[in-house]
């Protein structure tokens, strides 16, 4: 009887670590696209400097919102803490558009701090823009070159061969 019931845990066990979940159709896929962009994103906005929170657009998709809000903590624009210094806030990251497609995929946003429009300095201090295209590569996403716009000025990263 002993021996029958270690046999069964061990199958089970076993059974269990051989196992693995499987997304099979396209709502499925693209549920898990949306969470690796999202990863992706912040990852390549934490090159240039760390992310405390996002501030989600309002026309963003709820998947998206959904997939940014496991990698980071999420605000919405109206339950943003507010500043009447701020527009975006140190450390945050205002994200307008997260989308993929079969094989590409962008990711567009602002990096605070970003001072109040109306604010003496907006013109040097508005954040920094992020637009960074992405495509799959080796089943994951990769970027090779993307674009920061800081006010004024245009920076194009592109590495090089």
Known sequence: MARSIVFLIAVSVLGGCQTAYVCNNPACRHKKDLESLAAACIKFVEHTAPVSAVIVS?????????????????????????????????????????????????CIGVLGPALQSTASGYVDQCGMRFDIPFEVEDGAWASHSYKITECSSTNVIVPKE
């Open 58 to 106: 309002d026309n963003l998709s709820p998947d998206a919102q959904r997939a940014i809000a496991l990698v980071k903590s999420i605000y919405t624009n109206s339950a943003m803490p507010k500043s009447e210094k701020w527009s975006i806030p140190p450390g945050y990251f205002l994200l307008s558009s997260l989308h993929a497609n079969e094989d590409d995929a962008e």
